[in-house]
């Protein structure tokens, strides 16, 4: 295959993918730029892909972010690659210090009292995780399903973290709209200038190759005169008169 690796990667460099690419951060994040710079498409409707991308990127949507970031940017007519380029603004160490953040956010927000330790948060998502578990196995069995972790994750984790995400969230995304619209209209220029560079040169090169070749040509006579002197190739001495004594 062509795009096939040479060397396969094993389950724990997926895993550490995840969490830190092989280039960094910052590498991963010049190629995003880069390739949202290149879409062939306006910069308001690239522009408009980023602030979808980069705002469902900062919820609370597992699994879905790529669904919404389509979702929203078909609403809003913006990029839909450019929107799903967007969603990769979230990474595994900046998002627990987001997440904090938004949820104590959310908490004030709501009017919950509830403390927000390492160890609550912690304790919620092993009651959420054990709700669905059994009652993942209580549709093949007799057991009751129960919610009350689910429920208490809920009220207390995952509705204040959206609510406290998506104020910061549409700022940082207006922020983002309004830093790539002057980029790719400064790339999209900067190409088009370096194309009409290249277009320019590549015309002068052929007058010079058309001149050249004009200069150095045989030149042919007329067919005319071909035409009324048709013995003219001839050998001189077969058609010269004879010679008197």
């Known amino acids: ?3 096939k690796r040479r060397d396969r990667r094993g389950w724990l460099a997926w895993v550490r993918e995840m969490f830190y690419p092989t280039g960094g951060f910052r590498r991963a994040t010049r190629y995003v730029i880069h390739r949202m710079r290149r879409l062939p498409d306006r910069p308001h409707r690239i522009a408009r892909g980023v ?3 980069s705002l469902i990127g900062f ?3 597992p699994g879905l972010q790529f669904l919404g970031a389509w979702g929203l940017a078909w609403v809003m007519r913006g990029n839909v690659l450019a929107a799903l380029l967007a969603t990769f603004n979230s990474n595994p160490i900046t998002t627990p210090f987001f997440a904090v953040g938004a949820i104590t956010l959310g908490h004030w927000m709501l009017g919950i009292d509830t403390p ?3 160890e609550a948060i912690g304790e919620g998502f092993a009651r959420a995780g054990g709700d669905l578990w059994h009652n993942f196995l209580a549709l093949f ?3 009751h399903m129960h919610w009350d972790g689910l429920s208490q994750f809920w009220s207390d984790i995952y509705l204040p973290y959206f609510i406290g995400a998506l104020g910061p969230g549409i700022l ?3 922020i983002f709209y309004y830093i790539t619209i002057p980029l790719v209209e400064a790339y999209q220029k900067a190409r088009v200038a370096k194309f009409k560079e290249r277009s320019d040169k590549r015309l002068l090169l052929r007058e010079k190759l058309a001149a050249l070749a004009l200069r150095g040509e045989p030149r042919k006579e007329p067919a ?3 035409a009324k ?3 003219r190739d001839t050998k001189q001495g077969d058609d010269a008169p004879p010679s008197t004594p």
Do not use: K
């Open 59 to 61: 919820l609370p949507l």
């Open 172 to 174: 940082l995304s207006l």
């Open 1 to 3: 295959m062509v795009f």
């Open 51 to 53: 602030f979808a991308g």
């Open 116 to 118: 927000l330790t390492a």
């Open 141 to 143: 069995g007799p057991a």
């Open 229 to 231: 002197d048709p013995v």
């Open 224 to 226: 005319e005169t071909a």
